[in-house]
C-alpha cells in the first residue's frame, strides 16, 4: 500500500476526536472518507497531512513513517493538501498562488511541465493566470487550490471537501477533473460530504462516525445498506 494508517489517535486538548483509526490507499486509487459533520474527518486528514500529530498509532507512507518527519517536509514525500475551504491569497494572482506549491526545489525544476499541466486541467486558469485569487467565483478558486497543490507533484492528494460551497454544475467538473488526476497515476483520499458524487468515483471508501469507522468497502456494497442510504442519501 502507498498509504497504510493504523490505529491512528488523534484528540484535541483530552478530548479524543479519532480513535483507533486504520485505513489504506493504494497507488492510483481513489478512497473516500465520508461521514457527518464533526465526525473527525478534517482532524484525520490534517493529521495525514502533517498539520495535526497523532497521540497514538502511525501513518506510512510510501514506507517512510510520516508520525517522525516534520510537517514542512511532509510534502517533500510526495503528499499534498487541498484544504477546506480553499485558503488562497486572495490578495495574490492565480499564477503566484500556484507557484506557491513548487517552492521545493525538487518541484521547481518542474515547474513550467506543472503549470502547463494545471492549465489543461483548468483552461479558465490560463485565462485568469494573472488575476487576483480572491476576485475568482468559488469554483474557480477551488480549482487553484487543486492545481497549487498538482505543482508539487504528489503522489497522494488529499482532499477536503473539495465541492463545498460550489454550484452543482461545477461540482460535477470537479469530480470530473478529480477523475482526470487519478488517470495520471495519483493516488487520491477523497474527504467529502456530497456522498453520491463521491462514491461514483471512489474504488474504495470507509464511514466515519464519532470519531470511529464504521463501515468499509467497495462504493456499491456500502450503498446496498439500508442504514447507509438512508442517512447519506436520504433514501
Do not use: W
Request: net charge negative.
Amino acid at each position: 500500500m502507498l498509504l497504510d494508517v493504523e490505529n491512528l489517535t488523534v484528540g484535541y486538548g483530552g478530548a479524543p476526536a479519532i480513535v483507533g483509526i486504520s485505513l489504506a490507499v493504494d497507488a492510483g486509487e481513489i478512497v473516500a472518507v465520508i461521514g457527518p459533520n464533526g465526525a473527525g474527518k478534517s482532524t484525520l486528514i490534517n493529521t495525514i497531512a502533517g498539520l495535526l500529530r497523532a497521540q497514538r498509532g502511525g501513518i506510512r507512507f510510501g514506507g517512510v513513517d510520516l508520525s517522525a518527519v516534520a510537517p514542512h517536509l511532509v510534502c517533500r514525500h510526495g503528499v499534498a493538501l487541498v484544504p477546506e475551504g480553499r485558503r488562497l491569497f486572495t490578495g495574490m494572482s492565480v499564477e503566484e498562488n500556484l507557484d506557491i506549491g513548487c517552492y521545493r526545489p525538487e518541484a521547481r525544476k518542474e515547474r513550467e511541465r506543472s503549470l502547463a499541466r494545471v492549465f489543461e486541467l483548468f483552461p479558465v486558469l490560463q485565462e485568469r493566470r494573472h488575476q487576483l485569487g480572491g476576485t475568482l467565483s468559488g469554483g474557480q478558486q477551488q480549482m487553484v487550490a487543486i492545481g497549487r497543490a498538482l505543482m508539487a507533484q504528489p503522489r497522494l492528494l488529499l482532499l477536503d471537501e473539495p465541492s463545498l460551497g460550489l454550484a452543482p454544475a461545477v461540482v460535477s467538473d470537479m469530480f470530473h477533473a478529480i477523475r482526470t488526476i487519478q488517470s495520471e497515476g495519483i493516488a487520491i483520499l477523497l474527504v467529502e460530504q456530497n456522498v453520491a458524487q463521491a462514491m461514483e468515483i471512489a474504488d474504495r471508501a470507509y464511514v466515519l462516525e464519532e470519531g470511529r469507522i464504521v463501515a468499509t468497502g467497495l462504493p456499491a456494497d456500502l450503498l446496498a445498506q439500508s442504514r447507509i442510504r438512508e442517512v447519506y442519501l436520504g433514501l
